[in-house]
């Protein structure tokens, strides 16, 4: 049975960071790109980040390149979203995705992903 699971979220002060983790079952994790989206109350869901499968290529939003970075480790079955320099607007559920078709780089904005887990909540305030 396909699963995915978020965890790492909590509450951070603005200007610092957190590092969010996905574990995946039930799929030859290698062989699909992950990625991570994000919803605040009242807003639409927003890519954030994607990651490929084979040559682990990574595709950032505007909104987050140079603070975000994304990995994956294909032993472990596990992305993980390195957050740095988080603002109060970083502030939302966060979930990883399989992106089935792959990633894609839309105008500087990475579609949300196809199936997606649970998520965790990350809270950015002082």
């Known amino acids: 049975q396909l699963q995915l699971k978020e965890s790492g979220g909590g509450l951070v002060q603005p200007g610092g960071s957190l590092r969010l983790s996905c574990a995946a079952s039930g799929l030859t994790f290698v062989d699909y790109a992950i990625g991570w989206f994000r919803q605040a109350p009242g807003k639409e869901r927003e890519g954030v980040s994607c990651?490929?499968?084979?040559?682990?290529?990574?595709y950032y939003a505007n909104s987050v390149r140079g603070r975000f970075t994304i990995s994956r480790d294909n032993a472990k079955n596990t992305v993980y979203l390195q957050m740095n320099s988080l603002k109060p607007e970083d502030t939302a559920v966060y979930y990883c995705a399989i992106h089935w078709r792959g990633c894609m780089l839309i105008d500087g904005m990475v579609p949300p992903g196809d199936t997606w887990g649970q998520g965790t909540q990350v809270t950015v305030s002082s």
């Open positions: 990651i490929s499968s084979g040559d682990s290529v990574a």
